[in-house]
């Protein structure tokens, strides 16, 4: 009776074993110690899944992910882009939150956050397995991003005419 029961305890331990990923290993940002990044983390924690992927363990502060493999990874507490027109700046609708977007190494992209402090790249892997869009995904992390208060904003080519 008890070897079926250790068998029985076994097999249970191994079923709940094979659903858990590993850590995803992952650099704290400079800032990721900024109390506002600590707020979005916690946040992050009642956003389980990101662009229909569910969020993983990481091993660096002010980090979070989704995806086996991750394929969505976020970075609390990067440096504050200055305004540049070298990559374009888009507004997620939903949310609001502008962000800058760098297709250099297409199909991933990064995302920063422009116009809050401290700043948050959300790097988006698109390739042909997972097939993540970057849209959903920064529009599923709008409201934990969202809690860094906004200081400025994109312009457009037309806002930056009228401005000079």
């Known amino acids: 009776?008890?070897?079926?029961?250790?068998?029985?305890?076994?097999?249970?331990?191994?079923?709940?074993?094979?659903?858990?990923?590993?850590?995803?290993?992952?650099?704290?940002?400079?800032?990721?110690?900024?109390?506002?990044?600590?707020?979005?983390?916690v946040a992050l924690r009642n956003v389980p899944t990101v662009a229909g992927l569910e969020i993983r363990e990481t091993d660096a502060q002010g980090t979070a992910a989704w995806g086996e493999p991750a394929a969505v990874l976020l970075t609390c507490g990067v440096p504050v882009p200055p305004p540049t027109s070298e990559v374009p700046c888009v507004t997620e609708p939903g949310s609001g939150i502008d962000w800058l977007r760098d297709d250099s190494d297409a199909p991933r992209f990064r995302f920063t956050t422009y116009g809050r402090e401290p700043a948050i790249e959300v790097y988006v892997d698109n390739d042909a397995e997972t097939g993540v869009s970057g849209t959903s995904a920064l529009a599923d992390l709008g409201n934990a991003v969202g809690l860094i208060e906004q200081t400025g904003r994109c312009l457009?080519?037309?806002d930056a005419e009228n401005a000079g």
Do not use: K, Q, W
């Open 1 to 41: 009776m008890r070897t079926r029961s250790a068998a029985g305890l076994l097999a249970l331990v191994a079923i709940a074993l094979s659903g858990c990923a590993s850590t995803v290993t992952l650099d704290a940002a400079e800032n990721a110690a900024d109390p506002a990044c600590a707020e979005v983390i």
């Open 156 to 158: 457009s080519l037309d």
